[in-house]
């Protein structure tokens, strides 16, 4: 197991999906989230799940509901509460919405986050940056902190003011993203697929 803990971030808005899509069942889970959460318990030995409201939720987990003193939906929000509420000095940030991540991806990251003195390690899938798959640092408290007091979520311009470890991969299919209800009903055949064909 790695010794850092993971946060799964299912406190968005899904505006696009036009119901909460952390909630959304998710083959033989009730919800998206408890998908990923089995998923990833064999791989890290604490995991939380990031969220505006945990009463939501109808099973038991270790939650870190957003600091009530900021009243957006952006994940600046998530980050400083994070950063502000474990003692750690870096975490694996994962959104909800990331069904397909695999143990191989994670474990490359912890190793290339390990190699230099990074304050965020993220993922690269093609030309698409995915900073809700990655490693980010204590280092960043401030960084969030400035984002909220001056309302400027634009998360990786704030990355790339910092020492910023891009790691690349090949796989499409591990970073897909359920946004919106299209995207739900592909994931929940590409599911089927895979575990029909294991």
């Given at each position: 197991m790695l010794d850092l803990p993971c946060v799964i971030?299912?406190?968005?808005?899904?505006?696009?999906?036009g119901e909460d899509k952390s909630l959304l069942p998710f083959g033989e889970f009730a919800t998206l989230t408890q998908f990923l959460l089995h998923k990833l318990t064999p791989i890290f030995s604490t995991i939380y799940i990031s969220c505006k409201d945990r009463s939501k939720f109808s099973f038991e987990?270790?939650?870190?509901?957003?600091?009530?003193?900021?009243d957006t939906y952006a994940p600046?929000?998530?980050?400083?509460?994070?950063?502000?509420?474990?003692?750690?000095?870096?975490?694996?940030?994962i959104s909800?919405?990331?069904?397909f991540i695999t143990d191989d991806i994670i474990k490359a990251l912890d190793r290339s986050d390990r190699s230099g003195s990074f304050d965020a390690s993220v993922a690269k899938s093609g030309d698409q940056l995915e900073p809700l798959c990655g490693i980010y640092h204590a280092s960043l408290k401030r960084s969030f902190l400035s984002m909220l007091q001056n309302e400027d979520h634009?998360?990786?311009?704030?990355?790339?003011?910092?020492s910023l470890n891009v790691v690349e991969f090949e796989s499409s299919e591990a970073f897909l993203n359920l946004n919106h209800p299209k995207e739900y009903q592909e994931a929940l055949k590409l599911l089927c697929y895979n575990q029909t064909n294991k």
């Open positions: 971030f299912a406190g968005g808005k899904s505006s696009r999906m987990a270790s939650f870190i509901e957003d600091d009530t003193s900021f600046t929000v998530a980050f400083y509460t994070i950063l502000n509420t474990i003692k750690d000095e870096r975490f694996f940030a909800v919405d990331t069904p634009k998360l990786m311009k704030m990355l790339q003011s910092r």
